[in-house]
């Protein structure tokens, strides 16, 4: 029989703690890197980092595309920013995989795809970073959409995580993004399985689903949340918290909730609906647990 999701409340997240929060340098804080944006969307990185940062991570790192970064550099100057090489289209260029690859491990956890253009790159980026057996690896955006030939290397990773909307979801499982949307548990429990990973089947109500089957379930936020930089904004929290030390379940849940709380403090403050997605990360600090 399938167990029914269990619903994502704060009484939920006593049973799934995060570390506590000790006196530490910004490296006994977490280092988490950041490989996002393109010349088209530059703002992903910067939305992404600062998330992170505002979870409680102590050290942010951005590999974007070289004429990006001097303005992600200024838009998040707590940051580290690498300018990687591009391609005409400002994608990342093929040579950005080795410096990618060759520095992932050096982190306590990596956060990969948000703004980033489609290529044939991110498929060879995909299986690199799986080899790797990153512990704490999220996926999103671009990278979704090239995980499907390596489904066997996920399996056999270290449990990734994965954000996937409706049309991700939809390439992720090779069916449509209305099958999806007819049964979004349903998708989740299959991508899940089929990747081995954590996963996340965002929408109005968002599940999370682990390879094993638990499902739980967040129904909070509202409209507010479906603007764009929202979902960079979710990863940036997942990140900040899985450089911070925490469980990746436990993390994933925690994102969860504080992205969907910190929509529902602006729904009161501002509006249901235009707020930006640049505006959540500020109520992270006062939602985290003290």
């Given at each position: 029989m399938t167990a029914r999701p269990a619903a994502l409340t704060k009484a939920e997240l006593a049973r799934h703690a995060l570390p506590p929060v000790v006196e530490a340098d910004k490296d006994g804080h977490g280092r988490l890197l950041v490989v996002a944006g393109s010349r088209d969307t530059p703002g992903s990185a910067a939305l992404t980092a600062i998330a992170a940062l505002r979870a409680g991570c102590g050290k942010v790192n951005i590999a974007t595309v070289e004429s990006m970064a001097p303005h992600i550099a200024l838009a998040v100057p707590e940051a580290l920013v690498l300018g990687l090489a591009e391609t005409r289209e400002g994608a990342f260029a093929r040579s950005a995989i080795r410096t990618v690859v060759g520095r992932a491990a050096q982190f306590d956890a990596v956060v990969v795809g948000p703004g980033m253009r489609e290529s044939?790159?991110?498929?060879?980026?995909?299986?690199?970073?799986?080899?790797?057996?990153?512990?704490?690896?999220?996926?999103?955006?671009?990278?979704?959409?090239?995980?499907?030939?390596?489904?066997?290397?996920?399996?056999?990773?270290?449990?990734?995580?994965?954000?996937?909307?409706?049309?991700?979801?939809?390439?992720?499982?090779?069916?449509?993004?209305?099958?999806?949307?007819?049964?979004?548990?349903?998708?989740?429990?299959?991508?899940?399985?089929?990747?081995?990973?954590?996963?996340?089947?965002?929408?109005?109500?968002?599940?999370?689903?682990?390879?094993?089957?638990?499902?739980?379930?967040?129904?909070?936020?509202?409209?507010?949340?479906?603007?764009?930089?929202?979902g960079d904004t979710l990863a940036g929290i997942l990140g900040g918290l899985l450089a911070w030390g925490a469980e990746p379940l436990n993390a994933l849940l925690w994102a969860v909730w504080l992205h969907g709380e910190a929509g529902a403090a602006l729904s009161r403050k501002v509006g249901k609906v235009g707020f930006l997605a640049r505006e959540l990360s500020g109520e992270i600090p006062a939602l985290l647990p003290s």
């Open positions: 044939k790159l991110c498929s060879t980026l995909a299986a690199q970073l799986l080899d790797l057996n990153l512990d704490r690896l999220v996926l999103d955006a671009a990278m979704l959409y090239a995980l499907p030939p390596h489904d066997d290397a996920a399996r056999q990773a270290a449990t990734p995580i994965l954000l996937p909307h409706s049309r991700e979801m939809a390439a992720l499982l090779d069916c449509s993004p209305e099958q999806v949307d007819a049964d979004p548990l349903a998708a989740g429990r299959k991508c899940a399985a089929r990747y081995g990973a954590l996963t996340l089947v965002k929408g109005p109500q968002s599940h999370v689903v682990t390879p094993a089957g638990r499902v739980w379930k967040y129904a909070g936020g509202g409209p507010g949340l479906g603007v764009s930089g929202s």
